[in-house]
């Protein structure tokens, strides 16, 4: 019956002629199937509970006089009258909003308690149902790596996903190293810093130090440097530096010579001990 009604409807909304551009043709035929559904079959009512549905009509009385209020308050915002008869229609709504909600659903507790407390099963998930409506899990069709089919089934999804993730995981990067040096900015050589600097230039860079000290780990040379000069600086560092490799030639002359530390000689016979604390265990003796 549904059928035969939705069919009349449909041939007396098409037109006796559709228009020859393929947009119009579209929207003709669009707008007429639209209206035929809308007429015969009507919109899809919501099939679920819901706590303001059982309470519409008492909360639309009180949620209409608020509106009242508010108009005449908006007519005269001076009034303080008017703003306090809205403040309270709000706070009536407020209240008488919250109060049919928890009543709403502690019944509708009560009844699932109920159902479940008599093992009704088939009750019990119905008016779960019929309160948080049915829950669906579908899954999204997707196209293929070329675009040309529909992929539908669970297996085909899956798979496509795994392409997708390994092209997009797995891709080597060409990279031409030509062209990221040509992209890169270039600036000039600044042939002025090869130049070697003068004794006056390290003197005035040495003073333009931030209250006389270096940042570096022989700052003590360098202040000993500023106080004493460059040239008492250069002469210490060499002199240094050739203790250091007359004791480096004298190890390698005599590799089996035993260094004994420095206060390691017995002052009461002159025995000369490997370490100090050696030393401690040999005055014990001259002590007893």
Known sequence: MSRQLF?????????EEFSVPVSTHWDELKSSILTTCQNTLGHRQKKHQDWFDSNDQSLKELIDQKRTALMDF????KS????????????????ETRRLK???????????????????TRGFFSATKAVYGPSTHGQAPLRSKDGTNLLKTKTEINARWKEHFEDLLNTNPVIDEEEVLGVLPEHDLAENL???????ETKQAIHSLKNNKAP???????????????????????SKAEEKRQIRKE????????????????PTC???????LGLLSHQRVHAN
């Open 102 to 120: 928890n009543k709403w659903w502690t019944d509708k507790a009560k009844e699932i308690q109920g159902l479940a407390d008599r093992n009704d």
């Open 194 to 200: 090869a130049i070697t600097p003068t004794l006056e």
């Open 7 to 15: 069919q009349q409807q449909l041939a007396l909304e098409f037109p």
């Open 74 to 77: 908006k007519k005269d915002p």
């Open 251 to 266: 190890r390698k002359r005599n590799p089996n010579r035993q260094r004994l530390p420095p206060n390691a000689t017995c």
């Open 270 to 276: 002159g025995k000369q001990c490997a370490s100090r």
């Open 216 to 238: 570096a780990k022989d700052r003590s040379e360098w202040i000993s440097a500023i106080h004493h000069g460059t040239k008492t600086f250069e002469e210490t560092k060499l």
């Open 80 to 95: 303080t009258a008017k703003k306090a008869a809205y403040q309270q229609k709000k706070a009536i709504v407020q209240r």
